[in-house]
């Protein structure tokens, strides 16, 4: 999975160009699963959907196609089949990310929360992920484990709803977590920055494991 990340870094490197980016690794990995989604996207759609102006949406694509993993016609850009084994490759650790409302140890007013496959051995105490999702403005990142069939706090194991069972029950049937899984959720007062910063925290999870 590092090579896949480092793919994601090429993107978004210069290569000898000036030019300073506006888009990083988890717009690239957001531009991919959007992509995968739809099929053939069109510039407008990066823009709303990536948060990105035109400028750095022509940019993106440009950088995805000189990586060998986009094309575009009249109908917009679409994944190659390179483009499709990284994403689907990607896929097979981030399975499933999901929206979490408020609750006792969820203080933000839009949390995002992403599932990572079996990556529960390369979790520490949680700070690593929370320092990564902060750098994209996130207000705060929990990272949890599943396991014994619990949802649990890294280093400690302590359980993470105790007194919370809707939350927890929300969480598990959305994300579908199996033993030693990892869940990092990130908060910000707004969706995108909750979405792209959790993406960041377990990308950068992936690239280190």
Known sequence: MRKNIQILQDI???????????????HVFKALQLLDKEGFVSRATFAKEIHLGEGAVKTLILHLKKAGIAESTKSGTFLTEKGKKLTNQIKNTITKECKVKKSSIIQGKYNHAILLKK???????????RDYAILYGSSGCTTMIYKNEKLVFPGNERECFPRDAKTKKYIIENLCPHEEDVIIISSSDDPFVAEISAKNAALWTIAIG
């Open 119 to 129: 990556y529960s051995k390369m979790i520490k105490t949680g700070i690593e992920q």
């Open 12 to 26: 978004v490197s210069r290569k000898g160009s000036s030019k300073v980016l506006t888009f990083s690794i988890p």
